[in-house]
């Protein structure tokens, strides 16, 4: 069978071509010794013909925070229906699936996952429910910081920058095991959606039901802390969700692939300057510190060489002694502003700030504008080491 220009094996074939380049930038030479699985699926995906809307019904996409909803909605637009699992104000630590929205998961084809917690334990579940749905791990194979003692309440400034260095860079040691680790579960949860093996998915759902999250078991066994979600809010990380949601979305929607691909370019662009931006206007507050709630920050963070403190790690306010333990390293570092989010009680932030005569802002890394969000965050810490250099 000749295969000419235009043709769908031939738009296959180019965009398992624009993959495999994206692959060799964005991951380097690690995606030449072995792709994630994701991108394998991917590939596999594109081989058979795309199950994309037709008569010109926008394509069901389903993601599990808004910030990943906005990227779907600026790449697609009109071509597609957003779910969105966690709606803002909710935890995705501790969210689970309303009934509604597991039976309208039920007929969705296509679930951009991003490594928040509660996907491990419900992905396996809806994939059950919905053997079609195709599951894309946007976040699979990029270097995945953890929640380490830097960011818990109990240890030293010291410690923590020891744990955070060892989580946080390419410690070639770490990320292979790590990159081994991801692929063996990918390949079982893969080998579960689409080989169709219920009892797998029955044997996985049973065996690590009790935990909230399965890598993050793996990872605290190795003392690196629980797996960080928050990678969205690295805009550089963020590029290359965009890149790889984008090839999706053209093999979903090749009607639509040139569109798209125009939309992927201007995203990228804009990311780019906004990176730029923050990186500009944070450059004088390098290696500063600033407290938070919850470690919701710390891709921003390591991103603009900036260092998070919690008040609250994993879902646990902190006890009177540890209360006391943050208040002092407060008064120390001359800390003038406590920051929250919408997700998580106010309580103790509130008491820390009113003890410290500080001041209550706002980081919310679920909020819908992704733009304007991290533009946001980026002036509320300024404004924070201002008035801490002001007292």
Not at 72 to 86: F, R
Not at 167 to 174: I, K, P, R, S
Request: contains cysteine.
């Amino acid at each position: 069978m000749s295969m000419h220009a235009g043709s769908p094996l031939a738009s296959r074939q180019m965009l398992c071509e624009k993959l495999l380049s994206r692959v060799q930038r964005t991951l380097g030479p690690r995606a030449a010794r072995a792709l994630p699985l994701s991108v394998l699926g991917a590939l596999a995906a594109f081989a058979t013909p795309a199950a994309h809307a037709q008569d010109g019904a926008p394509l069901h996409v389903a993601v599990s925070v808004p910030p990943i909803a906005w990227m779907v909605d600026q790449l697609a637009g009109e071509h597609v229906e957003i779910t969105t699992l966690v709606k803002p104000g909710d935890s995705p630590h501790a969210y689970d699936p309303t009934p509604r929205q597991v039976a309208e998961l039920s007929t969705v084809p296509l679930y951009l996952a991003i490594g928040v917690p509660f996907e491990q334990v419900w992905l396996p579940r809806l994939v059950k429910n919905n053997a079609e749905m195709q599951v894309v791990h946007l976040e699979e194979g990029l270097n995945t910081r953890h929640f380490g003692s830097g960011e818990a309440h109990d240890h030293g400034h010291d410690e923590a920058h020891a744990h955070e260095q060892d989580a946080h860079h390419d410690h070639d040691e770490h990320d292979e095991h790590h990159d081994e680790h991801a692929d063996h579960e990918a390949h079982e949860e893969h080998h579960g959606e689409h080989e169709g093996h219920e009892e797998h998915h029955d044997e996985h759902h049973d065996e690590h039901a009790d935990h909230q999250a399965y890598g993050a078991q793996h990872d605290e066994d190795e003392d690196l802390g629980e797996a960080d979600p928050h990678l969205w809010l690295d805009p550089q990380r963020m590029q290359t969700v965009v890149e790889r949601a984008a090839v999706v979305l053209e093999a979903r929607l090749p009607q639509h692939a040139g569109e798209i691909d125009a939309n992927e370019q201007r995203l990228l662009k804009t990311l780019s300057e906004l990176d730029e931006q923050i990186a500009q206007t944070l450059a004088p507050y390098k290696g500063r510190n600033f407290l938070i709630f919850h470690p919701s920050f710390g891709y921003f963070a390591d991103r603009y060489s900036l260092e998070q403190h919690a008040i609250e790690v994993s879902g646990r306010e902190p006890t009177p002694r540890e209360m006391a333990t943050l208040i002092t390293r407060a008064k120390d570092e001359n800390i003038g502003t406590i920051f929250v989010s919408g997700q998580f009680s106010q309580t103790a932030a509130k008491r820390i700030a009113s003890s410290l005569e500080a001041e209550v802002a706002v980081l919310d890394p679920l909020a819908e504008d992704y733009l304007d969000n991290l533009k946001h965050a980026t002036e509320a810490l300024k404004a924070g080491f201002e008035l801490t250099d002001s007292q």
